[in-house]
């Protein structure tokens, strides 16, 4: 689903994740059996990279806005919930009595997570770098999605797919890798 562009720039690879999401949330919560058992674990996987990919990639930088630690904190705290709502849903699995409930109320988390980002922490972002430096921030990015990419063909593999990937901290751990070895961290 998420398709590489070389010159997107952090910021709209990033919205164009969050976009994404909302679409998964939307598929899991309308379709049944498999494909909302896929739809679900590609939501699990694209939270997982995305908000690593945050806290990894754009939160230390916007820390060094004046301000910017107070916008960081608050994101950081919805960050920390979501995760662990998403965990608890990953255990509950899609067929589980409750499910649908804590799904109802981790899509209204994120997505206002989401907005938030949008509104008061990217543009800090884009004040504080050039163009090409937001270019190439993307870079870390796209090495957190290709650690847990969503497949190509739905529906095809997905149990095996799913089994190695594993529980969201064990997909976070890996993109956090992942980033950290492109950023020489
Ligand atoms: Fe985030
Ligand atoms: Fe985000």
Do not use: C, W, Y
Not at 39 to 54: I, P
Not at 84 to 101: K, M, Q, V, W, Y
Not at 110 to 118: Q, S, T
Request: net charge negative; hydrophobic share 40%.
């Amino acid at each position: 689903m998420t398709d590489r562009r070389e010159d997107e720039n952090v910021i709209a690879l990033l919205e164009r994740q969050h976009v994404e999401i909302r679409t998964l949330f939307e598929v899991v919560e309308s379709a049944t059996g498999d494909k909302r058992r896929d739809a679900f674990h590609d939501l699990v996987r694209l939270l997982a990279v995305h908000e690593t990919a945050e806290e990894e990639v754009v939160h230390p930088e916007v820390r060094n806005v004046d301000g910017g630690d107070a916008v960081v904190d608050a994101r950081v705290g919805e960050e920390h919930r979501a995760k662990r709502l998403l965990s608890t849903l990953h255990d509950l699995g899609p067929d589980a009595e409750g499910f649908d409930i804590l799904l109802t109320e981790l899509k209204a988390d994120v997505l206002a997570h989401a907005e938030h980002e949008e509104r008061e922490e990217f543009p800090l972002l884009r004040k504080l770098h050039d163009e090409d430096r937001l270019r190439s921030m993307a870079g870390a990015v796209r090495a957190a999605e290709m650690i847990a990419p969503t497949r190509p063909h739905p529906g095809v593999e997905s149990a095996t797919a799913n089994l190695l990937l594993g529980p969201p901290l064990a997909i976070m751990d890996r993109a956090r890798d992942a980033i950290r070895s492109v950023l020489k961290r």
